[in-house]
T-cell receptor, first 119, second 111 residues
């Protein structure tokens, strides 16, 4: 199954600044997904990133706050902009386990996550 | 109704017992279902997927799907302390659709 390298693993940031999180996949994938997991909560999908097109954002998430890049089929970045303490969360990228081999019937695999603390 | 619902727990079982985790879902997520295990401070790890009515077994894990009743369950036989984690149920409308996660159930296996 696809393997994801995500970085940074954690960061402490000042409010008002921005942080860019990177995910590198060891195989080509059509879609990459960005999730947020707030403390003690489940995963909430932020957006779906397709190569060559604008990311699709879920309700409650906007591009100005969470710009996403998808320059190729193995890489994506998520930026958390103008951060506030409410943005303190774990951010995770995810891809279909089967990579580009087929639909996501094999389930999804996750990067190791980025633990963000905004002070 | 939320798309995927679970009892938050915590669920405590003695070592060696069967742990039963349940999940219900709405029509928004009706095709594919996944169970993920998440240890504290770690990312979710897929342990089971199920798409058809009935049971699917993998080692000590059995997933059960009942589409008529819209529930999916996970049984863990011979529970071990290492099974102590949060278990996330997730569903998907179609193979290419987004995956929606439930709130998770915290399981504690007592030695």
């Amino acid at each position: 199954s696809a393997v994801i390298s995500q970085k940074p693993s954690r960061d402490i940031c000042q409010r008002g600044t921005s942080l860019t999180i990177q995910c590198q996949v060891d195989s080509q994938v059509t879609m990459m997904f960005w999730y947020r997991q707030q403390p003690g909560q489940s995963l909430t999908l932020i957006a779906t990133a397709n190569q060559g097109s604008e990311a699709t954002y879920e309700s409650g998430f906007v591009i100005d706050k969470f710009p996403i890049s998808r320059p190729n089929l193995t890489f994506s970045t998520l930026t958390v902009s103008n951060m506030s303490p409410e943005d303190s969360s774990i951010y995770l990228c995810s891809v279909a386990r089967g990579g580009r081999l087929g639909p996501a019937n094999y389930g999804y695999t996750f990067g190791s996550g980025t633990r963000l603390t905004v002070v | 109704q939320k798309e995927v619902e679970q009892n938050s727990g915590p669920l405590s079982v003695p070592e060696g017992a069967i742990a039963s985790l349940n999940c219900t879902y709405s029509d928004r997520v009706s095709q594919s279902f996944f169970w993920y295990r998440q240890y504290s401070g770690k990312s979710p790890e897929l342990i089971m997927s199920i798409y058809s009515n009935g049971d699917k077994e993998d080692g000590r894990f059995t997933a059960q799907l009942n589409k008529a009743s819209q529930y999916v369950s996970l049984l863990i036989r011979d529970s071990q302390p290492s099974d102590s984690a949060t278990y996330l149920c997730a569903g998907q409308k179609t193979s290419y659709d987004k995956v929606i996660f439930g709130p998770g159930t915290s399981l504690s296996v007592i030695p």
